[in-house]
Structure formats: structure tokens, C-alpha cells
């Protein structure tokens, strides 16, 4: 999860607000296998964690991000 949630910060903390930095957070208590496979798309997040900012990461990480 370091890879996924850490490349993100790297470039995208300075924009995120105070609740995503309270979603990400939580993300990072959860479970790193659960939430791969979340990311992965292999199961749906938990709405807890189905938030605006899961949406972002993972559409920085299928190259929607900076890249766009």
C-alpha cells in the first residue's frame, strides 16, 4: 500500500483539503490487503472508504492523474 498511497501524497498532498486528509487516514488503517484489492477493483470498498478522494487515487494511479 506504501506505493500506492505514498506516490499519491508525494504529488498530490498539498491540494488535498482537511477532510481527505482525514479520509486518508482511515485508508491508511485499513487493511492493506483489503484495500489492494479495492484499488485493484477486485472488490468495492466499503462505503466508509468509497469516498471522492478513493476515487482520485485510484484514478491517479490509472494514469488519470498527472498524467492528463
Known amino acids: 500500500m506504501d506505493l500506492i498511497l505514498g506516490g499519491f501524497v ?3 498532498v498539498e491540494t488535498l483539503d482537511a477532510e481527505e486528509l482525514t479520509q486518508f487516514e482511515a485508508l491508511l ?3 492493506d490487503d483489503a484495500a489492494f484489492r479495492w484499488f485493484c ?3 468495492a470498498p466499503p462505503p466508509v472508504h468509497d ?6 487515487i485510484a484514478a491517479f494511479h490509472a494514469h488519470q492523474g498527472p498524467f492528463h
Open 10 to 12: 508525494d504529488a498530490r
Open 41 to 43: 477493483g477486485a472488490e
Open 29 to 31: 488503517d485499513a487493511d
Open 51 to 56: 469516498t471522492p478522494l478513493f476515487k482520485k
